[in-house]
Each structure stands twice: as structure tokens, then as C-alpha cells.
């Protein structure tokens, strides 16, 4: 999904590009997988040729219609017995992947949990936003907050239930979105909470979570997650973040559920990337999460 409409920094529309680059189908090929489609359903234009429009939500216009078509696709994907795998783009494209998974959730009459592997919150909206961008308001507008045509994006209904959402590696909210979450009430394993209670536990907590809660789970990557000694090429990189090994635990450990049915990995961006290293690791991310083993 190479849309990087929902953040300041142009660049991760060409994160699928450098993702594919990186080995991504001869790598799940190698783990026994079939890769149907590599290239992206919808063709989308450079952010610096559109007006950003609304400056609380800018460019809402094209990113609900690129977001929608990801939905369907998603949807048609996911219908079919595949296993949606989103490639990033900025986070905003989670609206089209969490709206296009759970229709089909909704349809099987399955509870759908959401995986959210971020620094931020992603949960303001236009009365909150500090920055007018998309991709800060993603999760929200997925858990019903914010504006009617994203909240009703795809169908016109909440897409999780906030309750089934769990965050890991959270360290930076802002004010409004740090209130609107504890309201709606996510679960969140902040950074702190890791560095207090140790990675393991953490892995053994985001499980015990799911587990009998829901019956599908979609894990959102966001790799601004990891230190940025790790993962350079992103938006908005933070320090003191999750280590490489880390985040592959997580990733092999949340598999270990059998439950995933669906993932995005958004922000990469290649154009503050140093040697692609971060398309690379978001590469072994997605194999682990795929169901590589070391052993
Ligand atoms: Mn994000």
C-alpha cells in the first residue's frame, strides 16, 4: 500500500518497493508459502501533487478512497482463506486493513483483536491532533473515534472493539490521545512496563490478553517501534525503543497463538533508511511472524 498521505514526512510510499527489494517473497517462499500478489491493488498518486485539504485531517479525501480499496482487497483476501499481508505505507493504511479483516471477522461472527506494535498512540482525533495527520488518528477512528468518513470506512460501523486492542512499546502519547485512550480503554505494555517487568513477561501478559478474549488477532507494525539504532528509516523515530531481538520474540511468540490471521508493516521509510536495514528487518519480522524458527 505505497500511501504516505497520513504523515509529514514523504518517503514510505516507496516502503513496499524497498520491502520486496529486501527479499520478502523468496524469504516466505523459503518458509513454505505461497506469495500470490506482490504488486499493490491500487495505484496511488505522490502526496506533493494533492492539496492536503482540512488541516485537522489532511489529505482525507484520497486516503479514505486508497483506504477503501485496501479494505476490499483485504476483505477479498482474508474471504479467500489468505493471509492479508499489508505492506506500508504510512500507518494510516491500518484503516483499510483493520476495516477489510474485520468484515470478514464479523461475518464468520468471530471477535477480532488488535495487535498494535508502536511507540505512538495513534489515537487522536481532529480535536486532538497536534499535527493534522492521518496516521496519528488511525487506531482511533478504527476503535469508532473521530471523523464519520473514517470511523465508517468500508462499513458503516466501529471496526474493533477497543477493549480488544493491546499495545507494545508505547512511549510517546500526546495529551488528548493518552486521555481518549484510558476512556476507551486499550490495554497498553508501555516501555516502562517492559524495562519494570522484563520482555518475557510482557510476551506471556500480550498472550494471556488475547487469549479467550477474541478469535482472530491482526498485529499492526508500526517500525518506528524499535530503537532507531535498529530501525533508522522511519517517520518519526524515537529513541529508547524496542530492541531487533526483541521485537522477532514478539513476533515468533504471537504466532505461537495460531490465531494471527492478518498483519501490516507500515513506516518504512527508505529515503532516511541507511542500506535498506530496516526493510531488511521488517523482512525477518514478518518471517517470524510467518512461522520461521531459528531451530
Ligand atoms: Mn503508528
Known amino acids: 500500500m505505497p500511501l504516505d498521505f497520513g504523515a509529514s514526512r514523504h518517503g514510505s510510499d516507496m516502503g ?25 491493488p491500487v495505484r496511488t498518486l505522490p502526496q506533493e501533487t494533492l492539496d492536503p485539504g482540512n488541516p485537522k485531517a489532511k489529505y482525507l479525501a484520497p486516503i479514505t478512497r486508497w483506504c477503501e480499496a485496501l479494505a476490499k482487497e483485504v476483505c477479498r483476501a482474508a474471504a479467500a482463506g489468505e493471509f492479508p499481508l499489508v505492506l506500508g505505507g504510512d ?73 480488544n486492542v493491546c499495545f507494545v512499546g508505547l512511549r510517546d502519547l500526546d495529551r488528548g490521545e493518552k486521555a481518549l485512550m484510558r476512556e476507551a480503554g486499550v490495554t497498553a505494555f508501555t516501555m516502562s512496563d517492559i524495562d519494570r517487568l522484563g520482555f518475557p513477561e510482557i510476551i506471556r501478559r500480550v ?69 535498506n536495514q530496516t526493510a531488511i528487518l521488517a523482512v525477518a519480522l514478518v518471517a517470524r511472524l510467518l512461522g520461521e524458527k531459528i531451530y
Open 207 to 275: 498472550k494471556a490478553f488475547f487469549n479467550g478474549r477474541v478469535d482472530c488477532i491482526h498485529v499492526s507494525f508500526d517500525m518506528d517501534v524499535l530503537d532507531p539504532m535498529f530501525a533508522p528509516g522511519t517517520g518519526i523515530p524515537l529513541a529508547a525503543g524496542l530492541s531487533n531481538r526483541e521485537a522477532l520474540l514478539l513476533m515468533e511468540e504471537i504466532a505461537e497463538t495460531g490465531i494471527v490471521r492478518s498483519a501490516e508493516i507500515v513506516e518504512v521509510n527508505p529515503v532516511l533508511d541507511i542500506r
Open 16 to 40: 513496499p518497493s524497498a520491502i520486496r527489494l529486501a527479499g520478502l517473497r523468496e524469504k516466505l517462499e523459503s518458509l513454505g508459502h505461497r506469495v500470490r500478489q506482490s504488486a499493490s
Open 91 to 163: 500507518h494510516s493504511v491500518a484503516l483499510g486493513s483493520i476495516a477489510g479483516i474485520s468484515a470478514v471477522a464479523a461475518e464468520r461472527g468471530e471477535r477480532l483483536g488488535v495487535l498494535y506494535v508502536d511507540a505512538h498512540g495513534d489515537f487522536n482525533t481532529t480535536e486532538t491532533t497536534p499535527s493534522g495527520n492521518i496516521h496519528g488518528q488511525c487506531l482511533a477512528a478504527s476503535c469508532g473515534y473521530g471523523l464519520p468518513q473514517l470511523v465508517n470506512l468500508h462499513r458503516g460501523t466501529r471496526k474493533v472493539d477497543p477493549a
